[in-house]
């Protein structure tokens, strides 16, 4: 017999940021919530203290603050005719778990998405013709505009002690900042982080090819910072220990940080870890969620009655959660219908590294997440998607979260994998080369989608989730264009040695390199029920008591990194969730 | 999860009691210097009695190790680093017995951008493998094991396996090859505390400073090396 919880307002699944966004704001609301989360709870001590936090095989080789592939996975192929096998070493993308989930070992690059970023699928059909798009490419339209999101684009920055220098301030261009990028109705509410080498040779560079240079919004914080929920922040020391790592400084933003604090004090707040919640629970005809069952700390199943579900688990688990739990019809690639699983997309990213001499000190340990410089001109709407033969943009970077040995040192071109000459390889290499990356856009389409397997099961029973994806060759076009001019580039800083990887015509996708954690889509927002899983709410089309916010919403992803799109479709659907929903429980939108 | 009964110490009070000072106060060159002098050679692995692996086992992975990572005068050799004393201890840890690998079956063949299919756990390949690698040796190489083959034997014996072009019994070269490099590297690197990395030399060798984890007044710095010498997690300086 299952345990059964008294009934709550609210129970959220899974703690990271959408999770921590929806307690506090309805909390904010007075609801009375429980939040399931499925890993431990952590906090900045002890868990991320130092010097424990900084040792290289616990992060990135135990990768102790990752999600553990052994309970849940996924498999994955790269067509539908393929036979898809789990992914069963971390590899191409890492969801985290625990308080905080991915948004603890982030990096903290902030962006906000173009203005064109929103309606992708009318812009290109507008610039290019109808029939530019290829077929089998399903990007659409955004169902909310720039405008509706940039109050909250502007909370989620000053909640994360954003770093960076407005562009386009009022309407108005400003020096320093992005001239491409939309209106802000403010500042950030930090000033830019100090530049590395590598950062800095990229202005020159940049310059030098007639590139609009500008600092990367990064919520590693250039200065001591209170948030607006009274949460405080101190300057980012370099440490180096970013991405796969719990902060131990209180300098990167994450729910554990920016928002728990808070929550942590609230009567009407219940966090229950080591809670894995198996699957939402549905009344009779399907059209209303009761609430969810899950195993308690000790393996007990245990029901949480709830007037409102809300899925806050890595995009990919509100994919399966909402598969297991019959909510919205799965989608089938051949005739085109169902939508949950539809509309899956990843991120293009690709590295060029510059090799110098031991007369330039690189310094690749020295790190900061989501510094550095990025430009613009060959995104959105500054790239002729015509010349340049691909639909969708991408960005160049000076990136440089903090290197160790442990975690690799990328060895000039030619030097062997072991023995003498690879040994004065990496000497060579570690404190004096660094890299740039290109983050380009990924397309969504018909072929690329989530469903579940019908062989492999993960510890408590479930079908895993599938994912079939490959890349395809506007993508590969895309690499192969974006690193060029990446390429082109760094010859301008004269490197010693250059390596540079775009994708090759042809090239299947590799899950087993780290690539990006940016994996999106799946259960995506959309103006039309047959062809989106959420509306513009982030509300579930056939259970309209459940909201699945995440980068599961996009439609396709762009350029950036998704946490800044994130946390403001977050806050945008809480809104709606406390101003109507609330007063009116029911579909927000109606077709 | 990490052992939270002792009160950690604060950044401050650790550097304080460890005596170190401001970058500024340093002798900064007199720190480069230190940074690139050759690594010391620590005769640590006699010392060493494995838990994990047994002693034909053991002369394997000694033997493999400093093949991959040679005696030069670059930096020290795998065992001279502590890299044999490393494995054996890591082979022991959770995350060589497969606990954040999934590891439920069906176990089927899928092209090489899936990763690894089979069902062993990394100290199984790394067992496995050597125990195919000895008998390769034994067949070829008149009932010699790896261990007892001539360098240039045993370094040609890697490159096919790291080429996949030997067939080993139960396991794909490749692969057992791969972790072994693997291995290897963290051990090199890692942190001393886990084994490997003694006195702090391969660190010293490229020049890590280790764990200081405080970059704070040479983000800026271009024009000198950075000056100071590594530091461990237990808070000893290199």
């Not at chain 1, 990135?60 to 096998?85: C, M, W, Y």
């Not at chain 1, 920055?157 to 301030?169: N, R």
């Not at chain 1, 942590?264 to 707040?269: I, M, Q, T």
């Not at chain 2, 014996?157 to 996949?164: M, P």
Request: charged content about 20%.
């Amino acid at each position: 017999m299952a345990i059964v919880k008294p009934q709550v307002d609210a129970v959220i699944v899974g703690m990271g940021w959408t999770g921590a966004i929806m307690a506090k704001e309805l909390t904010d609301a007075g609801l009375r919530v429980v939040a399931l989360e499925r890993g431990p709870d952590r906090d900045t001590q002890p868990d991320f203290a130092y010097p424990r936090v900084v040792d290289e095989l616990e992060g990135s080789i135990h990768r102790k603050f990752l999600q553990s592939l052994a309970k849940e996975t996924i498999t994955a192929r790269h067509g539908s005719k393929d036979t898809a096998v789990p992914y069963r070493q971390v590899g191409s993308f890492k969801p985290g778990t625990g308080v905080g989930g991915a948004g603890t070992h982030w990096s903290g690059c902030h962006f906000r998405a173009l203005r064109e970023d929103f309606n992708l699928r009318s812009n290109m059909q507008q610039r290019y013709g109808k029939k530019f798009i290829p077929e089998g490419m399903t990007i659409a339209d955004f169902p909310v505009t720039y405008d509706e999101l940039e109050p909250h684009f502007d909370h989620f920055e000053y909640v994360c002690g954003t770093s960076g220098k407005a562009g386009v301030l009022n309407g108005n261009k400003i020096a320093g900042g992005n001239p491409f990028e939309a209106s802000r109705s403010r500042e950030f509410p930090l000033p830019p982080n100090r530049n590395y080498l590598g950062a800095e040779l990229f202005y020159k560079a940049a310059r030098e090819m007639g590139y609009s240079a500008y600092p990367i919004p990064a919520s590693n914080a250039s200065a001591a910072y209170v948030n607006p929920y009274g949460c405080q922040m101190g300057p980012c020391n370099f440490c180096g220990f970013c991405s796969d790592y719990g902060c131990l400084n209180y300098s990167k933003a994450s729910p554990n940080a920016s928002i728990l604090p808070v929550l942590r004090l609230r009567k009407e707040f219940e966090l229950r870890a080591h809670a894995q919640v198996l699957k939402v629970n549905l009344d009779g005809d399907g059209k209303r969620a009761t609430g969810v069952t899950y195993l308690d700390a000790d393996g007990k199943e245990t029901e949480q009655p709830a007037d409102l579900v809300l899925l806050c688990a890595f995009s990919l688990f509100n994919v399966h959660l909402m598969l297991l739990s019959g909510i919205g019809k799965p989608y089938d690639p051949v005739a085109g219908t169902g939508t949950v699983g539809r509309n899956y997309s990843y991120q293009n990213l690709n590295r060029v590294t510059l090799f110098f001499d031991d007369s330039v000190q690189a310094n690749g340990f020295i790190g900061i997440g989501g510094g550095g410089a990025t430009f613009d001109d060959l995104n959105g709407n500054q790239l002729d998607n015509a010349k340049a033969g691909f639909v969708g943009g991408g960005v160049i970077w000076a990136r440089q979260p903090g290197s160790g040995p442990i975690r690799g040192i990328t060895t000039a071109p030619g030097v062997p994998n072991w023995g003498s000459a690879w040994k004065q390889g990496v000497k060579d290499a570690f404190r004096h080369s660094f890299y740039y990356e290109v983050q380009g856009a990924c397309m969504a389409y018909r072929a690329n989608y989530l469903d579940l397997d019908p062989t492999y099961r993960d510890a408590f029973g479930r079908p895993l989730l599938r994912m079939t994806f490959d890349w395809n060759d506007n993508e590969i076009r895309a690499s192969q264009f974006l690193v060029g001019k990446a390429l082109d580039m760094c010859k301008v800083l004269n490197p010693k040695a250059l390596s540079g990887d775009a994708k090759k015509t042809g090239e299947h996708y590799n899950i087993t390199r780290y690539q990006s954690t940016h994996t999106c889509g799946g259960a995506i927002m959309g103006t039309d029920p047959k062809t989106s899983a959420l509306n513009r709410y982030l509300q579930s089309w056939d259970v309209p008591n459940v909201f699945a916010p995440g980068a599961n919403a996009f439609p396709q992803n762009n350029g950036y990194n998704p946490t800044g799109m994130v946390g403001a479709l977050t806050y945008w659907a809480a809104k709606a969730i406390r101003e109507q929903y609330i007063k009116s429980p029911g579909a927000l939108v109606h077709t | 999860m990490s052992d939270h009964k002792a009160p950690s110490p604060s950044r401050r009070q650790l550097f304080k009691s460890l005596g170190l000072v401001p970058i500024a106060a340093v002798g900064l060159a007199g720190c480069a210097r230190e940074a690139d002098k050759p690594a010391d050679a620590a005769p640590v692995q006699g010392d060493y009695k494995p838990t994990f692996f047994n002693a034909a086992e053991w002369a394997f992975i000694r033997a493999a190790c400093d093949q991959l990572i040679p005696a030069d005068n670059i930096g020290p050799s795998a065992s001279q680093a502590g890299v044999p004393e490393f494995i054996d201890r890591h082979m022991q840890t959770p995350y060589a017995s497969g606990d954040i690998w999934y590891m439920q079956g069906p176990f089927i063949e899928a092209a090489p951008q899936f990763g690894y299919q089979g069902r062993l756990p990394v100290r199984d390949i790394v067992r496995v493998g050597i125990k195919g690698i000895d008998a390769h040796c034994a067949k070829q190489f008149n009932g010699r094991s790896f261990a007892q083959l001539a360098p240039k034997d045993q370094e040609a014996l890697l490159k096919s396996a790291e080429a996949g072009k030997l067939e080993l019994e139960n396991i794909s070269a490749r692969e057992f090859f791969s972790q072994l490099l693997n291995e290897t590297r963290m051990g090199y690197f890692c942190d001393p505390k886990h084994g490997g990395n003694k006195n702090m030399s391969a660190w010293k060798m490229i020049g890590y400073p280790g764990m200081r984890a405080d970059y704070t007044n040479w983000v800026e710095v271009r024009d000198q090396p950075y000056p100071l010498p590594p530091v461990d997690l237990a808070g000893k300086r290199g």
